[in-house]
């Protein structure tokens, strides 16, 4: 199977777009791409139990990339909402106190503060009402994030 020349190939994958994250599938960008304003999309790991709390949702698997890598990438087509106080959120780590933040999660607090997010933009959710509020998500990517709690949801902005 020839998989391209130079530049084309990405971890055998072809880019067939210019300018375009090659993490993001076709199949994930149509999802990114009907999602409007206030719509979430959510970015968790690879213990999640995404096919049970996607209850029929789109759920599209990259497996073998850490959240920050995938978050980065979802990130990278869509604007973050200026309307919300908080349009970004992760999962808050139990029985932790509350400024606790794994390694995948301070990369997503820095991935989010380059993008001009600041810190107490970003909702810290306990587990379980985290469960309770991906149930809004409009779609679910399941990384391949293999740290616990490596879990956010990002809020789609106004493209004009």
């Known amino acids: 199977m020839c998989l391209g020349w130079g530049s084309n190939v990405f971890f055998g994958a072809y880019r067939m777009l210019k300018g375009i994250d090659p993490l993001l599938t076709p199949e994930l960008l149509m999802h990114l791409s009907a999602m409007g304003h206030g719509e979430w999309v959510a970015v968790v790991d690879a213990n999640f139990t ?55 999660q301070l990369a997503v607090l820095r991935l989010l503060q380059d993008e001009g997010i600041a810190p107490e933009r970003v909702e810290p959710v306990e587990r379980f009402a985290f469960y309770e509020k991906i149930k ?12 616990a709690y490596g879990n956010a949801m990002y809020a789609k902005g106004v493209i004009l």
């Open 50 to 104: 995404a096919d049970f709390l996607s209850a029929g949702k789109p759920l599209v698997r990259l497996p073998g990339h850490s959240l920050e890598r995938v978050s980065r990438a979802v990130l990278s087509v869509i604007p973050l909402a200026e309307d919300m106080a908080r349009p970004a959120a992760y999962m808050r780590v139990c029985h932790q106190p509350d400024t606790h933040r794994t390694d995948a």
């Open 136 to 147: 809004s998500a409009s779609l679910i990517v399941q990384s391949g994030e293999a740290t």
